[in-house]
């Protein structure tokens, strides 16, 4: 707690009538303006892709803080959970050049997911500034993730020649 006090005549030089009226205090809350991105929604252009294909997500992004944000990059991971973490996959990044206090702004992002991935259900997760390059006055709530599914790579045709002859001239 933090308390603002004020004192008459603290070196006593005036001697009055009363010496326990002479000083007052109030409780003070201090609030800091700071920086807090936050990711609102992340929405896929298709519930299922091909591993080795590309998947674009759309992102939303708002500035809970009080102050400006200066450019910063959003992640992009292939996760088994909701939650990024050692052993999820990386997808690539996209730069934000800016978010101003308050205000909310989307962004795309197309990505590719990598060809050996196995079929399955996942998650699309966006780490909002990730590298931590802006002090935020809540770091918990920088990632949002999606439920997608990943369908097995498309099969490479398979050519043969099924018959040849000769070509007469």
Do not use: C, M
């Not at 500035?63 to 959970?81: E, M, R």
């Not at 800016?98 to 998650?123: C, E, R």
């Not at 966006?126 to 935020?136: I, K």
């Not at 920088?142 to 997608?148: F, G």
């Amino acid at each position: 707690d933090w308390y603002l006090g004020a004192l008459a005549d603290d070196q006593k030089v005036v001697t009055a009538s009363s010496e326990l009226n002479n000083g007052r205090s109030v409780k003070l809350t201090i609030s800091v303006d700071g920086l807090d991105l936050q990711p609102l929604s992340v929405v896929p252009t298709v519930a299922k892709v091909q591993a080795g294909k590309t998947l674009e997500l759309a992102t939303s992004v708002k500035n809970n803080g009080g102050i400006d944000a200066f450019s910063h990059y959003n992640a992009y991971y292939l996760s088994v959970d909701a939650k990024i973490g050692k052993g999820d996959k990386y997808l690539g990044r996209t730069t934000v050049k800016g978010l101003s206090a308050g205000a909310t702004a989307g962004y795309k992002a197309t990505l590719t997911i990598p060809v050996d991935t196995k079929p399955g259900k996942y998650f699309a997760a966006v780490f909002v500034d990730y590298s931590g390059a802006r002090a935020e006055t809540n770091e918990n709530n920088n990632v949002i993730a999606v439920a997608i599914e990943v369908t097995p790579p498309p099969t490479k045709p398979d050519l043969r020649i099924v018959s040849l002859s000769p070509r007469s001239s």
